[in-house]
C-alpha cells in the first residue's frame, strides 16, 4: 500500500506522514530528504554547488537508503545533516536538475517496493506515485504558515519575511518545469489552517477507512 502526500511547504506534510506512519504501522519516506542527502554528499566534496555537472556525477556516484525512517548515505545515517542552512541554501536549486529528480524518484520506488509506505514531498502524488492507494493534498492559508512558522522560530526573521518567502516558494514550486506543484486529479484535499496535527490525522485515517469500506 502506497499513501502519497502533497502539498506546498509550511503545510505540516512532514510531522503529519510521520505520526501517521506510527498510528498506521507505515514505513515513512520523504522526498526531500533525498534532494538534502544529494546536496549535503555534494558540499563533502566541493563547495562548487552551482555546477550542475558536478552535482549530478556525486548523485550517480552515492548510495541513496532508508534505515528505521532515516535516510542514509553510503550506509550511514545523515538525518541530523540534512537541514543545516548550508543545505537549505542550495537544495532548491538540487533538485530541479530533471536527471536527479529521476534518480531520487527511481530510488524512492526502490525502496517503496513490496513494502507499505507513506509518503510526501512535492510532486509525490503526480509524478512519484501517480498510482498510489491513497493521495492527499494538504493546503494551508499562506498567512497561517508564516505564523507558524514565525512562533516556532521567534528569534529568527519576522513574519513579514517569512510571509513574503512563503509567497515567493509556492509561486517558484508551482511554476518549476520539472517537478512542478501540482494537485492531482483523485487528491483528497485537506485544507490545514485552522486544524490541530491529531485533527488531520484523524481525517486522513477517517477518509483511508471510507475508501476501504467501499
Known amino acids: 500500500m502506497?499513501?502519497?502526500?502533497?502539498?506546498?511547504?509550511?503545510?505540516?506534510?512532514?510531522?503529519?506522514?510521520?505520526?501517521?506512519a506510527e498510528k498506521?504501522?507505515?514505513?515513512?519516506?520523504?522526498?526531500?530528504?533525498?534532494?538534502?542527502?544529494?546536496?549535503?554528499?555534494?558540499?563533502?566534496?566541493?563547495?562548487?554547488?552551482?555546477?550542475?555537472?558536478a552535482v549530478l556525477k556525486t548523485a550517480q556516484e552515492i548510495?541513496?537508503?532508508v534505515k528505521d525512517?532515516?535516510?542514509?548515505?553510503?550506509?550511514?545515517?545523515?538525518?541530523?545533516?540534512?537541514?543545516?542552512?548550508?543545505?537549505?541554501?542550495?537544495?532548491?536549486?538540487?533538485?530541479?536538475?530533471?536527471?536527479i529528480r529521476e534518480i531520487v524518484n527511481k530510488?524512492?520506488?526502490?525502496?517503496?517496493?513490496g513494502i507499505d509506505i507513506i509518503a510526501e514531498g512535492r510532486d509525490i502524488t503526480t509524478v512519484v506515485f501517480p498510482n498510489a492507494d491513497f493521495k492527499f493534498y494538504f493546503d494551508a492559508k499562506a498567512e497561517i504558515r508564516a505564523k507558524r512558522r514565525f512562533d516556532?522560530?521567534?528569534?529568527?526573521?519576522?513574519?513579514?519575511?517569512?510571509?513574503?518567502?512563503?509567497?515567493?516558494r509556492d509561486k517558484n514550486d508551482k511554476e518549476k518545469p520539472v517537478g512542478s506543484?501540482?494537485?492531482?486529479?483523485?487528491?483528497?484535499?485537506?485544507?490545514t489552517s485552522y486544524l490541530t496535527i491529531p485533527q488531520v490525522c484523524e481525517k486522513v485515517i477517517k477518509a483511508i477507512k471510507a475508501q476501504d469500506m467501499r
Do not use: M, W
Open 181 to 191: 506543484l501540482k494537485i492531482a486529479n483523485d487528491a483528497i484535499i485537506i485544507d
Open 152 to 168: 516556532q522560530h521567534p528569534n529568527g526573521q519576522n513574519y513579514e519575511t517569512i510571509l513574503s518567502e512563503i509567497i515567493k
Open 107 to 113: 530510488t524512492i520506488k526502490k525502496i517503496a517496493n
Open 24 to 53: 498506521l504501522n507505515l514505513y515513512y519516506l520523504n522526498s526531500g530528504s533525498f534532494y538534502r542527502a544529494i546536496t549535503y554528499a555534494h558540499q563533502l566534496k566541493s563547495n562548487q554547488l552551482l555546477d550542475k555537472e
Open 69 to 99: 525512517s532515516k535516510v542514509c548515505l553510503n550506509g550511514v545515517d545523515v538525518e541530523d545533516k540534512l537541514h543545516t542552512s548550508e543545505v537549505d541554501k542550495y537544495v532548491s536549486q538540487v533538485s530541479v536538475d530533471p536527471k
Open 63 to 65: 548510495e541513496l537508503s
Open 2 to 20: 502506497v499513501i502519497a502526500i502533497d502539498g506546498p511547504a509550511g503545510v505540516g506534510k512532514s510531522t503529519i506522514a510521520s505520526l501517521l
